[in-house]
């Protein structure tokens, strides 16, 4: 919630080998621009390892602004930024402002389902929490992206799409959104064998047995079974 805390965790990361910090801005609250941009720019100032920034604005409650992500990117502060706030404009002004700036700058889109637009754009990656079900899809769609095989990419993206209506199973009457799409992460990985237990951390409501049945059968539409 504080700089100081960030920097606590900043440090313990790279102590045990990380090459790279992902950083939100403050919550908990209200916090101006000026104090967003003091926030990273602190934190990089002392950071041992590269920062890259974190707009997840249905959590953190604010929106990083693109003109503030390239300004922190230009002076340097920023090696990257990873976008899941879902404003597909603003992200888009952050892939083609980037080329104008005088260092290396990482834009990579959050989103699970607009992975091919985002490429097409200039995006030059996805970190999407669905890859923890199908990382093996979401490689298919890069390598079709790069290759300029769009067609290919759609196919991949929209079958990714579907996959990803797991994040549904969840009774939306006893579980809010998150209890529904991690249980469904964590079920998927159990049922596919990548984890031995699917529980996720209270307070979070864990999926009924006909909630992992639903998410059973996304998998196999997927071809994942």
Request: aromatic share 4%; glycine share 10%.
């Amino acid at each position: 919630m504080t700089t100081p805390r960030v920097l606590d965790h900043v440090r313990a990361l790279a102590e045990r080998g990380a090459d790279a910090a992902v950083v939100t801005a403050p919550f908990y609250t209200r916090t101006h621009p000026a104090e967003i941009a003091r926030h990273f720019r602190l934190v990089a100032s002392r950071s041992p390892v590269p920062v890259l920034a974190y707009d997840l604005p249905v959590s953190v409650h604010v929106k990083l602004s693109a003109e503030l992500v390239l300004e922190l990117a230009g002076e340097g502060v920023l090696a990257g930024l990873k976008d899941s706030s879902g404003a597909e404009g603003a992200f888009r002004s952050v892939v083609t402002g980037k080329r104008s700036l005088p260092r290396q700058f990482s834009v990579l889109t959050g989103s699970e389902l607009t992975v091919d637009s985002a490429l097409a754009m200039g995006a030059d990656g996805v970190v999407p929490g669905l890859g923890n079900v199908d990382p093996e899809g979401y490689v298919r769609l890069h390598a079709a992206a790069r290759a300029g095989d769009w067609e290919r990419a759609r196919a991949e993206q929209e079958r990714l799409c579907g996959l990803f209506g797991m994040v549904r199973a969840g009774d939306p009457a006893r579980m809010g959104g998150s209890s529904s799409a991690l249980g469904a992460f964590k079920a998927a990985l159990h049922l596919r064998g990548v984890i031995a237990c699917p529980a996720t951390a209270e307070p979070q409501i864990p999926l009924s047995r006909q909630e992992t049945e639903a998410v059973d059968k996304h998998l196999a539409a997927a071809g994942l079974l």
